[in-house]
Structure formats: structure tokens, C-alpha cells
């Protein structure tokens, strides 16, 4: 016993003087060892919280600490390196990409899946297809109320809640959906996808847009604890046209309109850090857990199997 011991001190002792190090003698991390944390946009919290299990479980000298944080506080924080990954919907900006520049290097974005944008309404709510001209209508205030999709509606008037001010949900909205025209008055923020989901199943004529992440795994318990509590709406690309939701199915044939790719960005200086070891891990093996949550993998070839409509 004595000697195994000596022996794995020893080992211990000769990897750890092997190890790089910064300029102050502390060890660096390598592609599959060391910490560092990364900030996440919370509307992905569920996939990447699975990954992130994964990978430390298969990497037991690896730990990644997680930030769930609003799109653009994952932003901020790159930028200010107080983390250098971030889990996003969008690539840097070109304004983004000249100040990394500036430094003298270009972090790799790389592609992990595609989610989407989901419309979740209260269950009391009949009026569940809505078309893509219906939804700008409702984002930009040129329809208010439930009557102005059906007539015959009991409801009020729109109740439009974001997940975040600065969220990534939001700013998609605000750049592909309205294309820069003016957010509806009626439209305001709380601070998570949950509260979300927890305000519109408290408020008969709310209109929740949320990531899909949040409703995509239908195998998981919370999620079906909010099936219960919520509705998702269909969005057909006309009147007329046949509704899909937001489901990975409907994302790979393209007939579901508010599609988006999540990205990995790596600002790590070091191209054989745990930043690039893990945004590897999402790109490979991680797809098969992308596969299993209900998004579209952005780097496998997905097996879809049609079912009734």
C-alpha cells in the first residue's frame, strides 16, 4: 500500500513539474484538464448543463464552472476577459472581431446546433397557429389585441414578456424577426426563460418567446412540468399554410421560420486550452447529447423520423 502510494506521488509529482505554466509558476490548463469558467446564455442552459456533466465526467481532471447569464453579459465578459468562452446565438460582430484583433489573434467560433425561437401561450389560449405575418404584426404593435388574430377571441389585449433585456431571444427578434423596426409598447422583460414560462401560464393573453431549449427534451420531467403549464404555438409561413412548432424535426426541414445557430466562442490565447478542448467535446461527441435534448446537431447527420401532424 505504502508503495502504490510513493508511486502515485511520485507519478503526480513528475506530471505536475512536466505541466506548462503561466508567468507566475501557476499550472495552465490543457484540452482536457485544469478549470475555467464559461458564460452560457441561459436559454441553453439545459443542453449545455448536460454537456458540461458529461464532459467532467469522462475528464476527471477537467472542470468546467458554467455562468448562465443573458446574452449580452456573456458578451461583456469576453470582451473585459473576465471569462474567455462563451456559449452564444450569434457570431462576434465586426466590431467584436477588430478589438480581438487588435490583441493580435481571432477566437474560433464554432458551430454547435441549431434551436430556435418558441411562442409559448397560456393553455385557456384556442388561438395556437399563428403565421409569421402575425407574429411581426403582434412584435411591432400593428395588432394589439387577440381579436385582431380571431375575432370570436375572449382575450385582450397582447402581453409580449422576453426572457431578458439583453438576452440573445430578444436581439434575434429585434435583427431577423423585425428586422429594426420598433418593439411593440406592449413588450417587456423579466429575467430568465422560466419566469417566462411561469408568467404566461399565470396570464391568459401573455405571449411568451422563449429559446426552445427550454421545452425541447420532452423526455425530461421539467419539461413536462411545463407542457402542463403552457401551450406552444404553431407558426405557418402563410394563411393557409400547415403550422409547425419549434421541434428539431421541423428545424432540419426548414419549415419552422425562427430558426438560430447556437456558437462556442473561444477567446483562450492558447490553442491547446480546455476552451478548445471543450468547444471540440461540443462539436463531436456532444452532438449525440444535442441530438437527445430535442435541438438540431450542427455537425452530425440527423436521423429524423416523421410523425403524425
Known amino acids: 500500500m505504502l508503495r502504490k502510494f510513493l508511486t502515485l506521488t511520485i507519478v503526480s509529482l513528475l506530471f505536475s513539474s512536466c505541466a506548462e505554466r503561466d508567468k507566475s509558476g501557476k499550472v495552465l490548463d490543457t484540452i482536457t484538464t485544469g478549470q475555467i469558467t464559461i458564460a452560457i446564455e441561459e436559454g441553453y442552459k439545459p443542453v449545455i448543463a448536460s454537456c458540461i456533466n458529461v464532459f467532467d465526467s469522462i475528464y476527471r481532471t477537467a472542470k468546467i464552472i458554467p455562468r448562465y447569464v443573458s446574452e449580452g453579459e456573456a458578451v461583456n465578459a469576453l470582451i473585459q476577459d473576465s471569462v474567455q468562452v462563451i456559449i452564444i446565438g450569434r457570431q462576434l460582430t465586426a466590431k467584436e472581431i477588430e478589438y480581438f484583433q487588435s490583441r493580435g489573434f481571432f477566437p474560433p467560433t464554432t458551430p454547435i446546433a441549431f434551436d430556435a425561437l418558441a411562442i409559448v401561450l397560456h393553455p385557456a389560449n384556442s388561438d395556437t397557429v399563428l403565421t ?178
Do not use: C
Request: glycine content about 8%.
Open 132 to 309: 409569421v405575418d402575425q407574429v411581426k404584426d403582434i412584435l411591432t404593435g400593428k395588432i394589439t389585441t387577440w381579436k385582431d388574430i380571431n375575432p370570436k377571441s375572449k382575450l385582450g389585449a397582447f402581453n409580449v414578456v422576453f426572457d431578458n433585456p439583453s438576452s440573445g431571444t430578444l436581439r434575434f427578434v429585434r435583427d431577423s424577426v423585425i428586422a429594426g423596426q420598433e418593439l411593440t409598447k406592449q413588450a417587456s422583460a423579466l429575467k430568465t426563460n422560466e419566469e417566462v414560462i411561469d408568467y404566461v401560464s399565470k396570464n391568459k393573453s401573455a405571449i411568451g418567446i422563449i429559446s426552445a431549449n427550454w421545452i425541447s427534451d420532452t423526455d425530461d420531467k421539467g419539461v413536462q412540468k411545463f407542457m402542463r403549464e403552457i401551450k406552444i404555438a404553431d407558426v405557418a409561413k402563410a394563411v393557409g399554410k400547415e403550422g409547425y412548432g419549434p421541434y428539431q424535426a421541423y428545424l432540419a426541414t426548414g419549415d419552422y421560420p425562427f430558426k438560430r445557430t447556437i456558437y462556442i466562442i473561444n477567446a483562450q490565447a492558447r490553442r491547446n486550452g480546455l476552451g478548445a478542448g471543450f468547444a471540440s467535446y461540443l462539436a463531436k461527441d456532444g452532438q449525440r447529447i444535442m441530438l437527445k435534448d430535442g435541438l438540431l446537431p450542427a455537425n452530425a447527420v440527423t436521423r429524423l423520423i416523421k410523425s403524425s401532424h
